[in-house]
């Protein structure tokens, strides 16, 4: 039987991964492990096909959310892949899982190259504003997560060390009423893929919700947010600002965990500061 408090008790088996793919008609001839890897799922490149097997049950409530937005995603024809089966309790040995279709490509994070990086920004700007042009999802149980909401005395509090203090009060000024809508909330680079044409593709449902769209533009780099405005269309002086507190929040955060989600996604202090008074 699956061990309390941990799903995944026993060290990665691609045999083990194989078994759990057959008893929903899937029959692979490899599994590998991929990377990088997530702290909710082990995840498995099998073929045409992923597996992700629960690790803690934690984190059970993002595949519980996942089953409500990856639906909503593919019915508004978002850049995401779809999913075969979700198994949202452990059954005897075999712990939750969900296997989805698998995109050829690689992470934003691992990506050291783009041949048009203008074009992918803009095709991620473009995806955005249709992810956000949904403004009520189907939700009877409750599974979607709650909105991301910054806390504007802890972010002033943060930044003051580097005279940012003022600058954040001014912005927070300046924010205005967000609308509620369909946002995916966790968009740093190992859960934006680059795939085979250099397209983006959006994965790990498991934080989206009903909430401010700022939070979706939190792990972009100021240098690539010119292009990704262009692709996403005209915004309102209250959304600009508070992408503004959302990425120098993700950055300090960064910074004090000296997290790196890869080239396209990290920035020096200057590039912030350039930023916020922009």
């Known amino acids: 039987m699956v061990q309390e408090g941990s799903f995944c008790s026993m060290a990665p088996d691609p045999?083990?991964?194989?078994?759990?793919?057959?008893?929903?008609?899937?029959?692979?001839?490899?599994?590998?492990?991929?990377?990088?890897?997530?702290?909710?799922?082990?995840?498995?490149?099998?073929?045409?096909?992923?597996?992700?097997?629960?690790?803690?049950?934690?984190?059970?409530?993002?595949?519980?959310?996942?089953?409500?937005?990856?639906?909503?995603?593919?019915?508004?024809?978002?850049?995401?892949?779809?999913?075969?089966?979700?198994?949202?309790?452990?059954v005897g040995d075999t712990p939750p899982f969900s296997v989805y279709q698998r995109v050829q490509g690689q992470p934003l994070s691992l990506c050291t190259h783009l041949n048009d990086p203008a074009g992918f920004f803009r095709a991620y700007g473009v995806a955005l504003r249709r992810m956000h042009s949904i403004t009520e999802v189907l939700d009877r149980?409750?599974?979607?997560?709650?909105?991301?909401?910054?806390?504007?005395?802890?972010?002033?509090?943060?930044?003051?060390?580097?005279?940012?203090?003022?600058?954040?009060?001014?912005?927070?000024?300046?924010?205005?009423?967000?609308?509620?809508?369909?946002?995916?909330?966790?968009?740093?680079?190992?859960?934006?893929?680059?795939?085979?044409?250099?397209?983006?593709?959006?994965?790990?449902?498991?934080?989206?919700?009903?909430?401010?769209?700022?939070?979706?533009?939190?792990?972009?780099?100021?240098?690539?947010?010119?292009?990704?405005w262009e692709g996403y269309g005209p915004v309102d002086t209250g959304l600009e600002a508070r992408v503004r507190l959302h990425v120098l929040d993700q950055w300090l955060y960064a910074q004090r965990h000296q997290r790196s989600y890869g080239p396209w996604a990290d920035c020096e202090e200057n590039e912030i500061r350039a930023f916020l008074n922009s």
């Open 15 to 90: 045999a083990r991964a194989l078994q759990i793919l057959r008893q929903v008609g899937v029959h692979a001839k490899e599994a590998i492990l991929a990377t990088p890897q997530g702290v909710a799922n082990e995840t498995w490149l099998c073929g045409e096909w992923v597996l992700r097997i629960s690790k803690d049950p934690e984190y059970l409530e993002d595949l519980h959310t996942e089953s409500v937005a990856v639906p909503v995603a593919v019915g508004a024809g978002l850049p995401t892949p779809d999913f075969l089966h979700i198994s949202l309790c452990p």
């Open 141 to 228: 149980y409750g599974e979607l997560d709650p909105p991301w909401e910054l806390d504007i005395e802890s972010l002033a509090a943060a930044a003051q060390p580097l005279g940012l203090q003022e600058v954040v009060l001014a912005l927070a000024e300046r924010v205005g009423t967000a609308p509620c809508v369909f946002v995916h909330q966790d968009l740093h680079a190992d859960n934006v893929l680059v795939d085979e044409a250099e397209r983006p593709v959006f994965i790990d449902w498991g934080d989206a919700g009903l909430g401010d769209p700022a939070a979706d533009f939190r792990y972009l780099a100021p240098r690539h947010l010119p292009w990704v």
